[in-house]
């Protein structure tokens, strides 16, 4: 039940990037920019041809074979009940809708599209980004929080249990 649970969500979330992209693609394209709340939020059109930050420009072919293996790695991962907690589970389901979205843009249109231009100190001179990106970079955080903090806290826990028994 829960690998069914966890590929719900990623198409899900990979679908809410698609629909998200193809809004931008109709409604903001032909005007590239426009202010959603003044001094806060716009919505850029770019076509990003690399990675984030523009790392691999023009490597569709490698970043598609990346993204994919990768996907394959956490697809692996959860389908063999490897990972059996829900919270890294739920982070790998943020992580690989992400990815799945951002791989269908490279396959089919040969770029991704970002769209989220923040325009705030300081991060009114960051890189526009999109909503898979956002998953992604939400997963991999809750990720190593759970990993780094909470993991050791809780076995830290439990032998202090057992110490106590």
Known sequence: MTVLLFLVAVVALAGIDQLIKVWILHAIALEPTRSVIPHV?????????????GIFYEQKWFLIGLTGFMLAILIYLVASKRVKNKVPIVCLALISG????????????GYVIDYIDLQFW??????????ADCLVVCGAL????????????????????????
């Open 142 to 165: 809750w990720l190593m929080c759970y990993v780094l903090i909470v993991e050791p806290m809780t076995a830290k826990r439990k032998g202090r249990e057992a110490d106590a028994e």
């Open 98 to 109: 992400g990815g799945i979205g951002n791989l269908i843009d490279r396959i089919f249109r």
């Open 122 to 131: 300081p991060l009114d001179q960051f890189a526009v980004f999109n909503f």
């Open 41 to 53: 939020l716009n919505f850029t059109y770019v076509e990003n041809r690399g990675a984030a930050f």
